[in-house]
């Protein structure tokens, strides 16, 4: 690997990367993505995946923010251009230092505009270092991933925690709970990650049985829908420790339990701070957050500046912290988290408020028992807008089919606030009605 790690970042040198430039690109869990971001690395260059769900015009948006020196697609990842990239002059040293940036990772935010988080060389092996001792990871260990290469999760679990412990990483380039228990019982997985979603279709398989996942040993849930239910019901059926973790794109998971913690700390808490990370409650009780880990900035400088306030980083999300145990109660951002997607309300506003037809419109999260949240749209409009009419007005701006509103409610009037402002919380209360 190392040698085709060495000729690829040739490749991309002699197409004019250069430490410091941005190297961005569009596919599936592939594995020349891993070999992408270390070649990236090795010239000290910037990796900046891109969402492969990602439409167009969201894409372009996203690439805004970074202005890439090279970009490819996903035919140009697994075809000619790729080939022709991997038979580069070997660059064998690296031209990286430790507080280099080394990925660029786009998050929609709360107000939809794309923003991308920018991490370090020693962020990142911090964070990888960290995770595999608190999970107690060893060579012996495999671990699953259908996340995403383009979110920290997926980048931590199948990129970096391969560097700080000499594990194995299984790719899924699409979830499909009956491949998940083929490689979980050929692969011997013992490690998982991800939200509920993926748990909850991979227990309801029809081929689903517990020797199955019998090598199973730990999972470990973050996002919406990580209830106590949902913790008690995931172990009985996978015969696995399952609790509970906090992290983002900005701050990668943060808090978690140890598999030494007890069954009630990981079932009822988000868990405890994970190595030097600090947590401190702000105004109307939202979470702060600083540490070796935390995102550097992001590349709008004005969009770092609102984040990071004297070093703290605030996630508004609202929590509760119990003798060092964080519990998130809820969030301050209007970001509705769809099977582990983040999905920004603004955005959704935005392409709605487009529709000749629809005059104001307010999107929520409405609770899901299999994704966590989908999102419920409430519109006023001046005429007939129902679901089928609004899937096919976001497939014609070429909005991501996933941030689609699954469900629309017509309304004479939206509920105001005393200052004018749509009253989310009484329309994210009808929603669960």
């Known amino acids: 690997m190392e040698v085709r790690i060495a000729a690829l970042a040739g490749g991309l040198r002699s ?46 948006r996203m690439l805004r923010q970074v202005d890439p020196v090279l970009t490819l697609g996903r035919d140009d990842v697994r075809g000619t251009r790729f080939e022709t990239l991997g038979r580069g002059q070997p660059v064998v040293e690296s031209s990286a230092t430790p507080s280099d940036p080394a990925v660029a990772l786009f998050t929609s935010g709360s107000t939809g505009e794309p923003k991308a988080a920018i991490h370090t060389q020693q962020g990142l092996a911090y964070k990888a270092t960290t995770m595999a001792r608190a999970h107690g990871l060893t060579s012996d260990d495999a671990t699953l991933t259908p996340a995403p290469l383009a979110h920290i999760s997926g980048l931590l679990n199948a990129v970096l925690l391969g560097g700080a ?99 009630r700390d990981a079932r009822e808490t988000d868990g405890r701070a994970v190595g030097e990370v ?23 400088p004005d969009q770092t500046a609102a984040a990071i306030d004297d070093g703290w980083f605030r996630t ?10 964080l ?26 408020e487009a ?8 999107a929520v999260g409405q609770p899901d028992e299999v994704m966590g949240e989908r999102v419920c ?42 200052a004018g402002k749509p009253d989310r919380a009484e329309l994210s209360r009808r929603a669960r009605a």
């Open 15 to 60: 197409e004019g990367v250069r430490r410091g430039d941005v190297v961005a690109w569009q596919a599936p869990n592939w594995h020349e993505s891993l070999l992408l971001f270390r070649a990236c690395w090795r010239l000290g260059a910037i990796a900046a995946p891109v969402h492969h769900q990602a439409a167009a015009a969201e894409v372009e």
């Open 165 to 263: 412990t000499p594990m194995c990483a299984v790719l899924m380039d699409r979830w499909d709970p009956e491949r998940a228990l083929a490689s979980i019982g050929e692969e011997r997985i013992t490690f998982m990650i991800g939200p509920p979603t993926f748990f909850v279709s991979l227990v309801h398989a029809p081929a689903f049985a517990p020797e199955r996942v019998e090598t199973m040993r730990l999972v470990s849930c973050g996002g919406a829908g990580v209830t106590p239910a949902f913790v008690v019901e995931a172990s009985h059926a996978l015969g696995a420790r399952v609790k509970r973790t906090y992290g983002s794109t900005e701050a990668p998971t943060v808090t978690t339990t140890t598999p030494d913690d007890s069954e």
């Open 278 to 300: 600090e947590l401190l409650l702000g105004d109307h009780d939202e979470l702060l957050l600083r540490g070796p880990e935390l995102f550097v900035g992001y590349a709008d």
């Open 316 to 325: 508004g999300d609202v929590a509760r912290l119990d003798d060092g145990w």
């Open 327 to 352: 519990t998130i109660v809820g969030r301050i951002k209007d970001v509705i988290i769809r099977g582990g997607e983040n999905i920004a309300a603004g955005e959704v506003e935005a392409v709605l």
């Open 355 to 362: 529709h000749p037809a629809v005059r104001q419109a307010v």
């Open 377 to 418: 749209a409430f519109v006023v409009a001046d005429g007939p807008f129902d679901v089928e009419a609004c899937r096919a007005w976001f497939a014609e701006q070429g909005v991501a089919r996933f941030k689609t509103p699954e469900r629309v409610v017509e309304v004479a009037e939206l509920p105001l606030l005393a």
